[in-house]
């Protein structure tokens, strides 16, 4: 186990409504990233916190937006879900940018 | 394009044979490239990591990149069950980047008794 959990495990929500995950990071650790996993591809990174600030984002909109807290824990928030946001949302910790990354199990989000 | 292509498709092997996965890349600022494993409802987890061309050896499995070539290989030795997962290649463009990933697809691995 990598000592990075996320939650909630599994979340349904409908078209239009907002979500927020959360995630852990292994104590230490003050940089954390977040990628969305879709269906049989592989991980696409979102964005990534060092230190509580935002520290580079991928080909995403601004309704997916993040927060990193003190305590290294983290949360990813959604707007105005659409159907093409059902993935896994990963989020990995790791010491600074550029370190090994530690994956949690990731959250499973469907959007109907 | 994608900057990142995985190939071949699902893969099943009989046990003990050897496995080779593949990635090419178009991004020349790709510096620094890893394999992850990925069990079933599980975040990948770190195989190998290297940043040079050339192979490196960790037990039954082998990385190699041809950064000439675009293209890096994951070999694994006496396949295992327990080896079936997904695998993942990943890469890293470092500077500004540094630590932001880039995934190929991933491929389904096999490994039958």
């Known amino acids: 186990e990598t000592g990075v959990t996320q939650s909630p495990t599994h979340l349904i929500k409908t078209r239009g409504q907002q979500v927020t995950l959360r995630c852990s990071s292994q104590?230490?650790?003050?940089?954390v990233s977040w990628y969305q996993q879709a269906l049989g591809q592989g991980p696409q990174f979102i964005f990534q916190y060092y230190r509580e600030e935002e520290n580079g984002r991928g080909n995403f909109p601004p309704r997916f937006s993040g927060l990193q807290f003190p305590n290294y824990s983290s949360e990813l928030n959604v707007n105005a879900l659409e159907l093409d946001d059902s993935a896994l949302y990963l989020c990995?910790?790791?010491?600074?940018?550029?370190?090994?990354?530690?994956f949690g199990p990731g959250t499973r989000l469907t959007v109907l | 394009q994608k900057e990142v292509e995985q190939d071949p498709g699902p893969l099943s092997v009989p046990e003990g044979a050897i496995v080779s996965l593949n990635c090419t890349y178009s991004?020349?600022?790709?510096?620094?490239f890893m394999w992850y494993r990925q069990y079933s409802r599980k975040g990948p987890e770190l195989l190998m990591y290297?940043?040079?061309?050339g192979n490196k050896e960790d037990g039954r499995f082998t990385a190699q990149v041809d950064k000439s070539s675009k293209y890096i290989s994951l070999f694994i030795r006496d396949s295992q069950p327990s080896d079936s997962a997904t695998y993942l290649c990943?890469?890293?463009?470092?500077?500004?980047?540094?630590?932001?990933?880039?995934f190929g697809q991933g491929t389904i691995l096999t490994v039958h008794p």
């Open positions: 991004n020349s600022a790709f510096q620094y």
């Open positions: 104590s230490g650790h003050n940089t």
């Open positions: 290297t940043y040079s061309s």
């Open positions: 990995a910790s790791s010491s600074r940018p550029g370190d090994t990354q530690y």
């Open positions: 990943a890469m890293d463009a470092g500077g500004t980047s540094y630590g932001k990933l880039t």
